[in-house]
């Protein structure tokens, strides 16, 4: 078999209308398929979470520099663990220092490497903005592993800084979450910073 | 700097042939098409169990309110047998006893049980993996259930408790070799918090809510994975594939989520494009005619398919191949080249 073309937007000069007909019922069945089919498998791993939640569960919102990762054996050094160290730019809501260490499942220790499956991985000189758990004296921790962090980057324009990946923000009514809204993008930072401390309630 | 003791430990470690080094090519998708990528012996392999039936061990060190180890013995058992009775594949389980163990701790045993673990927000269960670096041979592969969560084992499912079958399901897959699946969307609740309203696969990584069964039922993409991972004889000759590549303004884009749909069937498998060369292949699938869709994997989550989530490319609207593809019986569609457009 040939290779064969595809673009957004439909190709009518290059395709008989009958077919087109036939392949966009195709295509609104294979939506309906996946929003209403009989198929509703799933219970997996993750509690999903929106930002609204993520916001009021957060002992601390915070956006650094990481300064160092570092694993250690934990459970009688039966498992592996990594502290990640912040140099902290800015907190968002909380306060825990200058410099700020959380914990992540797994990582790597000489020889040993342990992943634990959706858990965020870090490496020295990322930028991020986390949201922070944290249960008595013990150390911080992401909230909803991987669903608690959001990575800096630089604009594809060079524009700015932007975050990513696309945040879900809460809704007031329900709404689907449509993957290639040409809305969901990644968000310049202080737009982001600005919806996060509202959604904290104006923490600092 | 390692430790004596954990010298001592790496020391034990090789006394029973065992490299517990854990490896996921860093900067590389973790999830290559349903299965997990392992950079081993320097070059990528796919993970899986060399020696069939894969023994599994269960903990009764650790309860959760209202599962007896009994209980939760005869759960995931039956989420093994559901694997194990997919007639495309190959892989069979065996259960090998009870422990003290806990599971996550590394001791050449795959090991089940409960755990609490308050911090691990969000978080009902995990898998865990130990790989032989040398080989990508995977020698051991441990499973957590959160009990700081409520479960059930009940056959018709509990409101407010999670189904323990339909997780341990879910986190099998992840013992056997696969990755999460894409297949399904969420939404925004009315006055806030996130649900799943639908999916095609056990290996979405996400949570439906509590008291839901449905998980208990391996759909096409699921059994497309495990028959691709560990294909019965004449798997191979029977299913096909399709591939190609996926760029924008003649540039490869990485991290598309990639459809087929058999209208047929109503089945969907689905992969990514996982190299720099915008490359995808979906392998498993029945032959017949497939519709393609590729869309960005925007919703949030990424983290839960990619380990280096700042390559994945998210700036391109969904687009559809204008033609149904045909997957031909025991072969390849042929590439079939996917060009998007930029938001």
């Known amino acids: ?85 912040l140099d902290v730019e800015s907190y968002l809501k909380g306060a825990l220092g200058s410099t700020l260490q959380f914990r992540v499942p797994g990582g790597e220790l000489g020889r040993f490497r342990s ?34 962090v959001f990575r800096i980057a630089r604009a594809a324009d060079n524009s700015g800084w932007v975050v990513t990946p696309p945040a879900v923000f809460p809704s007031a009514a329900a709404a689907r979450i449509v993957r290639g809204d040409p809305s969901r993008r990644p ?18 | ?80 047998a559901t694997w194990q009775a997919v007639p495309t594949a190959s892989i069979s389980y065996q259960f090998g006893g009870l ?25 009902l269960a995990s898998t865990s993996f130990v790989v032989d670096m040398a080989t990508g041979a995977l020698l051991e592969s441990d499973i957590f259930f959160n009990s700081a969560f409520a479960w059930s084992v009940t056959p018709a499912g509990e409101t407010g408790r999670f189904d323990l079958e339909s997780i ?38 996400i949570a439906f809510t509590a008291g839901s069964i449905a998980g208990r039922t391996l759909q096409p993409d699921d059994i ?22 996926v760029t924008s303004d003649a540039q490869p884009v990485f991290g598309a989520h990639v459809i087929a749909f058999n209208p047929n069937t109503l089945s969907m498998v689905a992969a990514f494009t996982l ?20 869309e960005p994997l925007d919703d949030a989550d990424v983290e839960s398919f990619f380990s280096a989530p700042e390559t994945v490319d998210f700036d391109f609207k969904v687009a559809f191949v204008d033609r149904v593809i045909v997957v031909p019986r025991g072969g390849g569609s042929g590439s079939v080249d996917v060009k998007v457009v930029r938001k």
């Open chain 1, 1 to 85: 078999m040939g290779r064969h073309r595809s673009n957004a937007e439909p190709a009518e000069h290059a395709t008989p209308w009958s077919f087109l007909r036939t392949l966009r019922a195709l295509r609104a069945l294979f939506v309906v398929w996946l929003v209403v089919g009989p198929v509703r498998a799933g219970a997996t791993v993750l509690l999903p979470a929106d930002l609204g939640e993520l916001s009021a569960d957060a002992r601390a919102i915070v956006r650094g520099r990481v300064v160092a990762v570092e694993a250690r054996w934990i459970d009688d050094r039966r498992g592996i663990d990594t502290i990640v160290t």
């Open chain 1, 115 to 148: 992943i634990v499956v959706g858990a965020p991985e870090f490496a020295v000189d990322d930028r991020v903005l986390v949201f922070l758990g944290a249960r008595g004296p013990s150390v911080p921790y992401v909230l909803g592993l991987s669903q608690g």
């Open chain 1, 187 to 204: 968000m310049a930072l202080a737009d982001f910073e600005q919806r996060v401390r509202t959604l904290a309630g104006g923490g600092r």
């Open chain 2, 1 to 80: 700097m390692m430790s004596l003791s954990c010298l001592r430990r790496a020391r034990k470690a090789a006394a029973f042939g065992v490299t517990l080094a854990l490896t996921l090519a860093p900067a590389q998708p973790a999830f290559a098409y349903l299965k997990f990528g392992v950079r081993a012996g320097g070059r990528q392999v796919t993970l899986r169990w060399t020696q069939t039936p894969v023994r599994y061990v269960v903990s009764d060190a650790s309860v959760a309110s209202g599962v007896t180890v009994s209980d939760f013995q005869s759960a995931v058992g039956r989420a093994f």
């Open chain 2, 99 to 123: 422990t003290g163990a806990l599971p996550g701790q590394e001791d050449g045993s795959s090991t089940l049980g409960f755990r609490n673990r308050p911090e691990m927000d969000r978080v």
């Open chain 2, 168 to 205: 341990a399901l879910h986190e099998i897959g992840h013992l056997s070799g696969l990755g999460h699946s894409a297949l399904g969307e969420t939404e925004l609740r009315e006055g806030g918090g996130r649900r799943v309203i639908a999916s095609g696969t056990v290996m979405f990584p």
């Open chain 2, 224 to 245: 497309a994975g495990i028959s691709d991972v560990y294909p019965e004889s004449d798997f191979n000759a029977t299913a096909g594939s399709l591939s190609g590549h």
């Open chain 2, 275 to 294: 190299n720099t060369q915008g490359e995808f292949s979906i392998g498993g699938l029945s032959p017949g005619p497939y519709v393609v869709r590729v």
